[in-house]
């Protein structure tokens, strides 16, 4: 049974400051991987989808890897601003079959200082 | 527009009432999802539905039944709820069930949720 793990739990941070954000899980067959954003009690806004094929994934002040076969993927936030506040969740897609079936992480939440 | 909206915000309802919650997108999108989230916790597939059939019924209560009337809408209908199923309810799309390409045909979308209270 595929499990998704992220650590920290919690990160507070001083604005201006670089990031990594951790999200690890126990198989690797999986499609691809998906970061996401989520501010409290409201929905999810996708950041970054990484297929199984790539290394890496860009835009803006973010990068995300990949790394398959260890089980590992990391968010990176470059220059940390207070709006970047927010819980942060990765989610794989388990390979095989043509079901869309997220699994996500348990979230890390980030609190960017001013 | 990547935008999928859902109403209402807000529900409280009692374990005798009969409520729905509706999700609405108009990305041309053909999967559509619900998903329940407790409090500090990630996200629970509940149901899929694929170009408007369900694909997927992740062992959920029958008080909770969902609907797809036509590719843009979804719908759960809830009854005979119990307190435990307070929740933050999430509506989510994808342009297909079908993974691909560097951001993916099956990256999904999600709306701002439903948080539900029921007493």
């Known amino acids: 049974k595929q499990e998704v793990t992220q650590i920290p739990a919690a990160l507070s941070v001083p604005e201006g400051e670089n990031l990594v954000l951790n999200c690890s899980f126990t198989d690797s067959a999986i499609y691809n991987l998906q970061w996401f954003r989520q501010d409290p009690g409201k929905g999810l806004t996708s950041l970054l989808l990484i297929q199984s094929s790539q290394r890496e994934q860009t835009s803006g002040r973010l990068n995300a890897s990949l790394d398959k076969s260890s089980g590992r993927s990391t968010l990176y936030i470059a220059a940390s601003q207070p709006g970047d506040s927010a819980t942060y969740l990765c989610?794989?897609?388990?390979?095989?079959?043509?079901?869309?079936?997220?699994?996500f992480g348990t979230g890390t939440l980030l609190a960017v200082q001013p | 527009d990547t935008e999928v909206t859902q109403t209402p915000k807000h529900l409280v309802m009692g374990m005798t009432n009969k409520k729905s919650l509706k999700c609405e997108q108009h990305?041309?999108?053909?999967?559509m999802y619900w998903y329940k989230q407790k409090a500090k916790k990630p996200p629970e597939l509940m149901f899929v539905y694929s170009y408007e059939k369900l694909s997927i019924n992740e062992s959920v209560p029958s008080r909770f039944s969902p609907e797809c009337p036509n590719s843009s809408l979804l719908n759960l209908h809830l009854h005979a709820l119990q307190p435990e199923d307070s929740a933050l309810y999430l509506c989510a799309s994808s342009q297909d069930l079908l993974a691909g390409g560097p951001w993916g045909t099956d990256t999904q979308y999600f709306g701002p949720g439903t948080r539900l209270t029921v007493l």
């Open positions: 989610a794989v897609r388990p390979d095989g079959g043509a079901t869309n079936k997220l699994i």
């Open positions: 990305m041309g999108h053909r999967a």
